[in-house]
């Protein structure tokens, strides 16, 4: 895929336009296109629903994709319309504040991307698409940001990451679940962190440990995986993904209420990706062509704002595709989304040498379960997650004046989590020590790492908040140093997959994999998450204050003045034949922040 392929595709959808400033010039009628309060015939339907997202004080990006019923091609004119007062899902209800003709090209498969500008700051705007007389159900929902200037007293967003077609239950996306939390009152924002889709396919008559409503997956092409099953590989592969996943109708209701902010993660290309390379295999091999229809079709397919992006095909680390991005709340935070995938170089011990404590090629002793002293040997101050321009941009979002707190969201954890085995008989004498969880969090890049904190230290960078994925829930301190004494520079609170893999069963997947018996000890103890949770806690000296490795959830984030709360929210998991039994919310855990400190109180909730 070339420059103007990959443009053309991610970007060929996306169109701008402006309502002007002044409110009271608009024309308020009731809706419908040229027949207000006509339902339509059912000529075209919203197969992927509707979404926004994106948003400014004065903007914001919305979607959707319309394709005819009976399958007639040619381009199809579109209706953006546009209110200001809640709107009921029946027909004739729709008071409409504005009205933009666009047009569904074939050539962009059908999608509207459509940028709009000249809105009011911290408004809510009603909208739905139609065509012919045929309109989304349900209507969506954007929430524009608050002026830079406007004197913010509180503001509340959903944080969810790692869906998975093929795993567990998707009844959590639903407001049932969500309003759980007794925050989500007056929640209008959701940043999805990373995996809107997971790109591995597992093979058919897999024992399933999902609902039944979500069927087999078959990849138009797909790339063989042993023991997996199929990862997509082509720009087919990625569409269908996209497709299929925003075909479920309580994904689409969330994203249709909720204004969204999305993160390109690692299982929207790959699992553990490092820019264009996969991991499924010790030679980490390079797959230019599939990162690039991975990106094309999740930027084509979230309502992004393509204002600064651009394509350069000689740069090999990605650099002009910028995804990193903040988004300003008045007074009160800012919220920055860092991308740590495409410019991030390989982990610092390389799957594809002798290492660990049997010497072997692969992930674990690598990105799992790494030695510390053997990390730290292997490290030579060049590892990246973020390029150079990422993060000097970081560095200037992180000491801009005028706000009270700064939330820094990325996938990958800050939290350090070694595990000592030292003492545990039932393991062979090389595996007992300590090793660190997951080398593919910032602990596995331990130049840029202390780089960062050593940069929020130095300028006494106040109230910063990590919000980071890793596959595990967690409320932590981040010090800037383990070696002694307590050294706090921000907190962290990770979020669970909603509905993908926790931490403990992907390392039980990877050890599984290992054909050493001497590992099979060690793939047992993970099968019990909870004692490996307790273990943690009692070993990591007070810096962990929570951890959960083997759940799944999201989590409810309160930004207001003087305090900052985080529920994380456990759900319920399926049983084995894919059913859901009993109240969809296993728990709850919040973490209570407070203003000027570099801690937090943690109070559970069953």
């Given at each position: 895929m070339d420059r103007r392929q990959f443009l053309h595709f991610a970007a060929g959808a996306f169109t701008v336009s402006s309502l002007g400033s002044a409110l009271s010039g608009c024309n308020m009628t009731t809706g419908?296109?040229?027949a207000p309060d006509n339902a339509g015939i059912g000529t075209y339907r919203f197969p992927q629903g509707l979404s926004s997202g994106d948003p400014g004080a004065d903007s914001g990006v919305f979607w959707t994709r319309v394709v005819r019923v009976d399958g007639v091609e040619g381009d199809i004119p579109v209706t953006l319309e546009i209110s200001l007062t809640p709107l009921r899902e029946t027909v004739g209800s729709f008071r409409l504040f504005q009205q933009i003709q666009l047009v569904a090209k074939q050539a962009n498969d059908y999608i509207i991307h459509h940028k709009l500008t000249g809105l009011e700051p911290d408004t809510n705007y009603y909208f739905r698409f139609v065509a012919g007389g045929d309109a989304n159900n349900p209507v969506g929902r954007l929430r524009t940001l608050p002026a830079e200037s406007a004197q913010v007293t509180a503001v509340q967003f959903a944080l969810l990451n790692g869906l998975d077609w093929s795993y567990n239950h998707w009844q959590a996306m639903t407001e049932q679940a969500l309003r759980y939390s007794v925050l989500t009152v007056q929640t209008h924002y959701m940043v999805l962190l990373g995996g809107a889709i997971?790109?591995?396919?597992?093979?058919?008559g897999t024992i399933r440990t999902v609902e039944s409503v979500h069927p087999d997956l078959k990849l138009p092409d797909g790339l063989a995986v042993t023991g997996y099953g199929k990862v997509a590989s082509t720009l087919?592969?990625?569409?269908?993904?996209q497709q299929i996943y925003r075909s479920d109708e309580r994904l689409q209701k969330l994203l249709a209420n909720y204004t969204l902010m999305p993160v390109f993660g690692e299982h929207d290309f790959t699992n553990d990706a490092w820019q264009d390379h996969e991991?499924?295999?010790?030679?980490?091999?390079?797959?230019r062509e599939q990162?690039?229809?991975?990106?094309?079709a999740w930027m084509r397919y979230m309502p992004l704002d393509w204002g600064d992006v651009s394509y350069d095909p000689v740069a090999a680390d990605f650099s002009r595709i910028k995804l990193y991005r903040n988004f300003r709340f008045g007074n009160l935070f800012d919220l920055t989304l860092t991308e740590q995938r495409l410019q991030r170089s390989d982990h610092a011990i390389p799957e594809n040498v002798n290492h660990g404590p049997f010497a072997l090629t692969g992930g674990v002793g690598s990105r799992l379960m790494a030695d510390p002293a053997e990390l730290a040997s292997y490290s030579n101050g060049s590892q990246k997650i973020l390029g150079d321009e990422q993060m000097a941009w970081l560095k200037t979002q992180l000491t801009k004046p005028g706000v009270v707190w700064r939330l820094l969201v990325g996938e990958s954890p800050f939290t350090y989590m070694p595990i000592d085995f030292t003492n545990e008989p039932s393991l062979a004498p090389e595996l007992r020590k300590k090793s660190l969880m997951s080398a593919d969090s910032w602990g596995g890049y331990l130049a840029q790492q202390q780089e960062l904190l050593g940069f929020v230290e130095q300028n006494a960078v106040g109230n910063l908040v990590s919000l980071a994925a890793g596959g595990f829930f967690a409320a932590s301190e981040i010090w800037s140093d383990y070696s002694g004494v307590r050294k706090p520079v921000m907190v962290e609170c990770c979020t669970a997959p909603i509905s993908g893999r926790a931490l403990s069963e992907e390392m039980v997947?990877?050890?599984?994999a290992e054909t050493d018996p001497r590992y099979t000890p060690l793939k047992q103890l993970f099968t019990q998450s909870y004692l490996i949770d307790r273990r943690l806690l009692g070993q990591l000296n007070g810096w962990v204050k929570h951890l959960n490795t083997g759940s799944r959830g999201y989590a409810m984030v309160y930004v207001r003045s003087n305090e900052?709360?985080?529920?994380?929210i456990r759900t319920t998991e399926v049983s084995a034949n894919g059913q859901l039994t009993g109240s969809l919310v296993a728990g709850r855990t919040r973490a209570t922040i407070k203003t000027g400190q570099?801690?937090?109180?943690i109070t559970e909730f069953s």
């Amino acid at each position: 895929m070339d420059r103007r392929q990959f443009l053309h595709f991610a970007a060929g959808a996306f169109t701008v336009s402006s309502l002007g400033s002044a409110l009271s010039g608009c024309n308020m009628t009731t809706g419908g296109n040229s027949a207000p309060d006509n339902a339509g015939i059912g000529t075209y339907r919203f197969p992927q629903g509707l979404s926004s997202g994106d948003p400014g004080a004065d903007s914001g990006v919305f979607w959707t994709r319309v394709v005819r019923v009976d399958g007639v091609e040619g381009d199809i004119p579109v209706t953006l319309e546009i209110s200001l007062t809640p709107l009921r899902e029946t027909v004739g209800s729709f008071r409409l504040f504005q009205q933009i003709q666009l047009v569904a090209k074939q050539a962009n498969d059908y999608i509207i991307h459509h940028k709009l500008t000249g809105l009011e700051p911290d408004t809510n705007y009603y909208f739905r698409f139609v065509a012919g007389g045929d309109a989304n159900n349900p209507v969506g929902r954007l929430r524009t940001l608050p002026a830079e200037s406007a004197q913010v007293t509180a503001v509340q967003f959903a944080l969810l990451n790692g869906l998975d077609w093929s795993y567990n239950h998707w009844q959590a996306m639903t407001e049932q679940a969500l309003r759980y939390s007794v925050l989500t009152v007056q929640t209008h924002y959701m940043v999805l962190l990373g995996g809107a889709i997971n790109a591995l396919v597992p093979d058919p008559g897999t024992i399933r440990t999902v609902e039944s409503v979500h069927p087999d997956l078959k990849l138009p092409d797909g790339l063989a995986v042993t023991g997996y099953g199929k990862v997509a590989s082509t720009l087919a592969d990625y569409v269908y993904l996209q497709q299929i996943y925003r075909s479920d109708e309580r994904l689409q209701k969330l994203l249709a209420n909720y204004t969204l902010m999305p993160v390109f993660g690692e299982h929207d290309f790959t699992n553990d990706a490092w820019q264009d390379h996969e991991t499924y295999t010790a030679a980490n091999q390079q797959r230019r062509e599939q990162l690039l229809a991975a990106l094309a079709a999740w930027m084509r397919y979230m309502p992004l704002d393509w204002g600064d992006v651009s394509y350069d095909p000689v740069a090999a680390d990605f650099s002009r595709i910028k995804l990193y991005r903040n988004f300003r709340f008045g007074n009160l935070f800012d919220l920055t989304l860092t991308e740590q995938r495409l410019q991030r170089s390989d982990h610092a011990i390389p799957e594809n040498v002798n290492h660990g404590p049997f010497a072997l090629t692969g992930g674990v002793g690598s990105r799992l379960m790494a030695d510390p002293a053997e990390l730290a040997s292997y490290s030579n101050g060049s590892q990246k997650i973020l390029g150079d321009e990422q993060m000097a941009w970081l560095k200037t979002q992180l000491t801009k004046p005028g706000v009270v707190w700064r939330l820094l969201v990325g996938e990958s954890p800050f939290t350090y989590m070694p595990i000592d085995f030292t003492n545990e008989p039932s393991l062979a004498p090389e595996l007992r020590k300590k090793s660190l969880m997951s080398a593919d969090s910032w602990g596995g890049y331990l130049a840029q790492q202390q780089e960062l904190l050593g940069f929020v230290e130095q300028n006494a960078v106040g109230n910063l908040v990590s919000l980071a994925a890793g596959g595990f829930f967690a409320a932590s301190e981040i010090w800037s140093d383990y070696s002694g004494v307590r050294k706090p520079v921000m907190v962290e609170c990770c979020t669970a997959p909603i509905s993908g893999r926790a931490l403990s069963e992907e390392m039980v997947d990877h050890l599984k994999a290992e054909t050493d018996p001497r590992y099979t000890p060690l793939k047992q103890l993970f099968t019990q998450s909870y004692l490996i949770d307790r273990r943690l806690l009692g070993q990591l000296n007070g810096w962990v204050k929570h951890l959960n490795t083997g759940s799944r959830g999201y989590a409810m984030v309160y930004v207001r003045s003087n305090e900052l709360i985080i529920d994380s929210i456990r759900t319920t998991e399926v049983s084995a034949n894919g059913q859901l039994t009993g109240s969809l919310v296993a728990g709850r855990t919040r973490a209570t922040i407070k203003t000027g400190q570099i801690g937090m109180v943690i109070t559970e909730f069953s």
